[in-house]
């Protein structure tokens, strides 16, 4: 059998048979013939945790301090896109200082989730490293400072949330309490650190080596006239779509899949899209700070990219965004008469969506007059990403036939890793097998060791 008959018949399978943290349990199967792609599933087996229907029936009140526990790491995205949802179905727009501070809890979070996944999550892929531990045997300085530097995220959210981890003082309207002037300013040591280390940083990020590799992605993110994104905006694409957040239905659309409990969502006109750091930076780049488009230049980084590899310098860039939008925020603070707004009782339906670090997460909930919940539609950016990732993996396949098991099977994992921290952790867990076609020698199956499966609640 000559080299090229045997390339077209042998099989290449990857198989992540177990994630960790993709709002519970799933796995990744990528199966080819030759250079040809013949299966990709980005699998979701854990039963549902049925939030929404959860939320039936519940005051509206309670909606943000439940929806928030569902993703530890990315509370305050669920806080505000609740918030916005029920205020939306009241007629209310919070604006001025409490504005301002939803704005600098969001800077928290993006800070200490971007440098969850840049630091510890995503980086170790680009170094051959199988965690952050053995990254920190050789670059200590960096997982240190990155360290140091989501901490700094960590305090701007305990001090505005009350702790870091699903936090209990934001309510439908504002906050239960409001921050002193002395409380926040107490944040600006630290994030004028940070602000002095990412400089570090980002020298360390441009050395960073990344496939060659780009696609032809919908971004779609919101957009605001003159910020870039948090919690307001149009929802934009860069083919076309441009729509208020209360039309994502009627442009929007979640199908279950047959290996999956977890929904796909697709655009009904044109199928898959992608949401997240690539998507706003490429459809919000002037909306950026002078500092952070300088960041931007600094990383080699230009609009447009398509390179998904990339987004961890993305992230590297919203989170200097963010530092110097927190400093600005924290400084110009005067302290409102009162830590919330009146929201009216009132039947309706509401419509909310802000900017997780991951992308555009949408609520919509139905309110009766006495503000009990009738119906919940939560769409979350890891749902509305799968398409695309599949996407990636079916497009990376045909790349991944000449290189070595073992760097196909990371290839295959960076992939994944690209796009949503939730997952990064998981995917180390894999098994890469090269099955040959009827009368080959069989190749020797390659087990990996398998990491303990670490829960993120």
């Given at each position: ?6 390339m ?7 198989d992540?048979?177990?994630l ?5 349990e ?5 199966r ?38 569902i ?5 305050v995205a ?13 007629g ?14 969001y800077?928290?979070e ?20 199988e965690d ?26 305990e ?5 870091s ?9 504002g906050?239960?309490r ?21 400089g570090?940083?980002m ?12 696609r ?14 948090f919690?307001?905006g ?15 239905g009627d ?11 977890a ?32 960041a931007?230049r ?23 965004h ?5 400093r ?38 139905s ?12 769409v979350?950016p890891?749902?509305?990403?799968l398409?695309?990732?599949e ?26 890793r690209?796009?949503d921290p ?15 076609s ?19 609640t």
């Amino acid at each position: 059998m000559t080299r090229a008959s045997a390339m077209k018949s042998k099989t290449l399978r990857i198989d992540v048979d177990l994630l960790a943290r993709v709002e519970g349990e799933g796995g990744v199967l990528l199966r080819m013939t030759g250079r040809t792609v013949d299966e990709v599933q980005v699998r979701i087996f854990e039963p549902p945790r049925l939030f929404e229907a959860l939320l039936r029936g519940r005051s509206r009140m309670e909606a943000p301090d439940i929806t928030s526990r569902i993703c530890g790491i990315c509370p305050v995205a669920y806080l505000m896109s609740s918030c916005h949802a029920m205020e939306d179905a009241a007629g209310v727009r919070v604006d001025g200082p409490l504005r301002d501070l939803r704005r600098l809890l969001y800077c928290g979070e993006w800070i200490e989730s971007h440098g969850l996944h840049v630091f510890l999550l995503h980086a170790p892929d680009f170094f051959g490293c199988e965690d952050a531990f053995e990254m920190a045997r050789k670059h200590g300085d960096v997982v240190r400072a990155g360290l140091r530097i989501k901490k700094a995220g960590n305090a701007i959210i305990e001090r505005l949330g009350g702790r870091s981890i699903h936090p209990v003082n934001v309510r439908v309207g504002g906050f239960y309490r409001l921050p002193t002037r002395e409380e926040l300013r107490a944040l600006l040591p630290e994030i004028e650190w940070s602000l002095g280390a990412m400089g570090d940083v980002m020298r360390w990020a441009r050395a960073l080596p990344f496939p060659d590799f780009e696609r032809d992605y919908e971004f779609v993110a919101l957009r605001h006239p003159d910020e870039y994104p948090f919690c307001e905006g149009r929802l934009v694409s860069n083919k076309g779509l441009d729509i208020p957040v209360r039309e994502y239905g009627d442009h929007f659309l979640e199908e279950q899949v047959p290996y999956s409990t977890a929904l796909h969502a697709r655009l009904r006109a044109r199928g898959a899209y992608l949401c997240g750091p690539l998507a706003r930076f490429n459809l919000c780049f002037d909306r950026l700070g002078d500092a952070a488009r300088g960041a931007a230049r600094d990383l080699g980084l230009e609009v447009p990219c398509r390179n998904p590899f990339k987004s961890i310098l993305v992230r590297l860039v919203e989170m200097v965004h963010a530092f110097h939008e927190a400093r600005r925020l924290v400084l110009a603070y005067e302290p409102p008469d009162r830590p919330f707004v009146e929201v009216p009782l009132r039947a309706g339906v509401g419509h909310g969506c802000t900017e997780a670090p991951r992308g555009a997460l949408y609520h919509r909930y139905s309110i009766a007059d006495d503000g009990t919940i009738l119906d919940a539609c939560i769409v979350p950016p890891t749902s509305q990403n799968l398409r695309s990732i599949e996407d990636d993996l079916r497009a990376i396949g045909p790349t991944l036939v000449d290189l070595p098991r073992r760097d196909a099977t990371r290839r295959a994992e960076l992939a994944v890793r690209n796009h949503d921290p939730c997952i990064s952790c998981s995917t180390h867990l894999i098994d890469l097998r090269m099955q040959p076609s009827r009368g080959q020698d069989p190749e020797p199956s390659a087990t990996f060791p398998r990491a303990s499966r670490p829960r993120t609640t």
